[in-house]
Each structure stands twice: as structure tokens, then as C-alpha cells.
């Protein structure tokens, strides 16, 4: 029914992810983590007295916080070096589902696979048992999007 084209570019890659993030896992710091490594740095300082492993202990808590902090750049950066990267991706979307293809990687996800749609400001999210797939609204057509809308029941 419907045909698109689009490339991921940049631009595309950081939009996923501020439309994804808020539906994810990842949204939130993981404090218990950030907590437990406090408490064992503290406990290998006082209790047994070994700084090395105090100050282990306590970068991972500090590593845990900047890679929770530069989150969206570290995801950016590796999708553009990817090979996927610059790559024009074939969108199908058509009365069984939806069918991407690119250079590097193809996917399909029928409309019965979708057990989840969220649309956002820029796009809308589809969630299968899978994982979560994006789809920017400006990347395709306003009657596809529409028709997505339409089979997922949004």
C-alpha cells in the first residue's frame, strides 16, 4: 500500500531517542546500583580498610552517573558508526504489517506482533515482545502515518 523512503541520519538517530527514552527502561538512573556501590566503597574503607577498593568501587558509582548523564550522545555516537548510518531505509507498510529494509538489516513486524503503540509529539513507538521500534512521523508520508495510527488503534 505504502512505500517509503527515508535516511537515517543524525538528526533521525537523536529524535528516536528522545521519543523512545520516555517509554523505556532506561529513563531512569539506576539508584539501587548507585546506593549499593556507595555502601560497599564505604564499608571496603572503614570495615576493611582497603582504599584501593573503596576507590574502585566509588569510580563505578561515578562511571555509573556520567554514562547515565551522556546517555543520549554515547547512543547517537555508536548508531553513527554504525554501518546502518547514512543508509537509505525501504519502509512497506501494507495490510500485514510493516516491513523495513536497508542495506545492513531487514525487519518485519506484523500488525498482530504489535502488542503496543504510543504515539508521540514527532513519530509514533510500536512495542512487540521484540523490543520497541520508531517510526518519525516527518519521515514518512501523512497517509501512512495515518495508517499506522489506524492498525494499531491509537
Avoid: H
Amino acid at each position: 500500500m505504502f512505500r517509503e523512503k527515508f535516511t537515517l541520519d543524525k538528526a533521525y538517530f537523536r529524535e528516536c531517542f528522545d521519543e523512545s527514552l520516555p517509554l523505556s527502561d532506561r529513563a531512569k538512573p539506576k539508584y539501587p546500583l548507585l546506593v549499593f556501590l556507595i555502601v560497599l566503597a564505604t564499608l571496603s574503607w572503614v570495615v576493611v580498610k582497603n582504599q584501593y577498593l573503596a576507590s574502585f568501587l566509588a569510580l563505578m558509582a561515578v562511571l555509573e552517573v556520567v554514562a547515565f548523564v551522556y546517555r543520549k550522545p554515547w547512543w547517537v555516537a555508536r548508531q553513527m558508526l554504525s554501518r546502518a548510518a547514512g543508509s537509505l531505509v525501504v519502509l512497506d507498510i501494507d495490510n500485514d504489517g510493516i516491513k523495513a529494509v536497508n542495506p545492513y538489516k531487514q525487519y518485519q513486524f506484523l500488525w498482530s506482533e504489535i502488542v503496543a503503540a504510543e504515539q508521540t509529539d514527532k513519530g509514533v513507538v510500536l512495542k512487540t515482545k521484540r523490543g520497541m521500534q520508531y517510526i518519525s512521523q516527518a519521515a514518512i508520508s501523512q497517509q501512512a502515518f495515518d495508517f499506522i495510527l489506524e492498525k494499531t488503534k491509537i
